[in-house]
């Protein structure tokens, strides 16, 4: 693995960044500026952190830890990439940004690339996952729309379907898609037009869908919800359903895809294609950029002036996200995610047999769910403590996200530090039944209120 060790070739990232990085002392009055300035909109750990290198980050008194978080998904080359790092140099000293008014150099060689990789048609570039998101509801409901429709009416076939247990964002849109009702719920009314089919349920898909349905939208394997991967048989339903009824699949693989699972896509897996896949998190390597593919079909629905943005589909994001998809392709990366995607579930599968706490191990390449039968918040503080980085998602389910670029030794490392980490923290009684590889419903989230 020695070719995708990025330690030597990261040396001059990594110093650079490290001259610039705040002192301890100086952390002290950037928290209390957070504290004082910043909206509260997230509940932050009390750490600066001032670089990283590969699979490694550091904090301002140079304490450095193993990264399986990932910035949740978004690091897929870890930390000051020498081919990435390189290429945003060179493009900040061309153009940052142009406008979509002209062409830039890069965006139709990505939209090609992306073409490529997916087996669809045509790009539009966005910001963010959420962003994506809105851009394929819209999409969704002018594909729906007729002739028969009169203008500035809804439209008869208005409805979409998403899933229970999902999340695809904060915009509004993107809100009125995700399921969990503390992220939805105190802002409404939101988008009408929305249901929430149960997760892998086929019959409940099959009651709910007709013509009048535009869009059924879902994550390949939901992130936030718990690493949930949605099974062939429901893809199938959904997919046959939404060709009978002129209506889009569209797979949200915004956490997903761009090789996370080791392939580009996770959808790969299955033997048809959505209509339409959201992308976004590692796309630019840690720049913010969103995609939106589709076919040739969906994509004349749209004309000059019904969707836009201004910063998506920049020179700076476009020439960076290239290189990541080249960077994949050239260190073999996919093939590394399969091989220590694997061994990680091994070595997570001998730590289950040891620990009765851990529930369940889910997911794919290096998108894995650890269920415990325990508040995970405690775990993912002490593993801080000890130097890992972590994350918990819906209370029970600590969730790894590691760089795909991650070493068969840091695999080992990271697997000896979460056992040591089980062995010392104290493990409260059980919280609730046994996973059964499907998240609770809302009926039963209900009923458990
Ligand atoms: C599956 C999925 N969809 C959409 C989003 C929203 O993406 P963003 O945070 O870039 O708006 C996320 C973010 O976590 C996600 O995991």
Known sequence: MGKLDTKKSAKPAARSAKKAS????????????ANQFLMPTYKRQPIVFTHGRGCYVYDSRGKKYLDFLGGIAVNALGHGHPRIVKVIRREAARAIHLSNLFHNSYQGPLARKLAQWSGLDRVFFSNSGAEAIEGALKLARLYGRTPADAAGSPARKYRILALENSFHGRTFGAVS??????????????????????????????????????????????????????SEEFWDRARALATKNSALLIADEIQCGLGRTGRYFAYQKFSSKPDVVVVAKPLAAGLPLGAILTSESVAQSVSPGLHGTTFGGGPLACATALEFLNVIED????????????????GLCALAAKFPFIREIR??????????????????????????????????????????????????????????????????????????SAPPSHAALAAAR
């Open 363 to 436: 997911g794919e390449g290096l998108m894995i769910g650890i269920e415990i039968s325990s508040d995970g918040a405690p775990l993912v503080q002490q593993a801080m403590l000890k130097g890992l980085l972590i994350n918990c998602t819906h209370d029970f389910t600590l969730r790894l996200l590691p760089p795909f670029l991650v070493t068969r030794a840091q695999v080992r490392q990271f697997l000896r530090m979460l056992e040591k980490l089980f062995v010392t923290t104290p493990q409260k009684a059980a919280a609730r039944e046994p996973a059964k």
């Open 177 to 230: 898609v995700t399921a969990t009702e503390k992220y939805r719920l105190p802002f409404a009314p939101l988008v009408p037009g929305v249901e929430f089919v149960r997760f892998n349920d086929v019959a409940d898909l099959e009651s709910r869908f007709d013509d009048t349905v535009c869009a059924i939208l879902f994550e390949t394997i939901q992130g936030e919800g718990g690493i949930y991967p949605v």
């Open 22 to 33: 705040p002192r301890a002392s100086n952390a002290k009055s950037i928290l209390r500026d």
């Open 331 to 346: 260190e073999k990366l996919l093939e590394n995610i399969r091989a220590r995607g694997a061994e990680l579930r091994e």
